[in-house]
């Protein structure tokens, strides 16, 4: 079993900058692509961006584009969410999630939670006005 454990949350004032981490807990744990969630208190839990490990391409909520950058470090196998420019409403728990094996079809359910195979536990954002 993987374990995915996120890092880098924390309390910022809007208009501040984070860094999440992303790292698997299995050292020779390999994804096709790698995901970051997250669910703000009383709503359902979204999509935010994405990367494809292989080839680095990346995906984006609306919400986010321009704001937030998704990468990847091969050699420590782990994936960053740097947010810029926060607001208030990013303020949420934030999930990143694996999807282990080739899709042909990921370029359509990368949005979707049951594209995805692990999940970490979560690291909470806080943005304060």
């Known amino acids: 079993q993987v374990q995915l454990v996120e890092s880098g949350g924390g309390l910022v004032q809007a208009g501040g900058s984070l860094r999440l981490s992303c790292a698997a807990s299995r050292r020779n744990f390999s994804s096709y692509a790698m995901g970051w969630f997250r669910q703000a208190p009383g709503k359902e839990r979204e999509f935010v961006a994405a990367?494809?490990?292989?080839?680095?391409?990346?995906y984006y909520a609306d919400s986010v584009k321009g704001r937030f950058t998704v990468s990847r470090d091969n050699a420590k196998n782990t994936v960053y969410l740097q947010m810029n420019n926060l607001k208030p409403d990013d303020t949420a728990v934030y999930y990143c999630?694996?999807?282990?094996?080739?899709?042909?079809?990921?370029?359509?359910?990368?949005?979707?939670?049951?594209?995805?195979?692990?999940w970490g536990q979560g690291t909470q954002v806080t943005v304060s006005s």
């Open positions: 990367i494809i490990w292989s080839t680095g391409f990346t």
């Open positions: 999630a694996a999807r282990a094996g080739y899709s042909a079809t990921y370029y359509l359910t990368y949005r979707q939670e049951y594209a995805y195979d692990y």
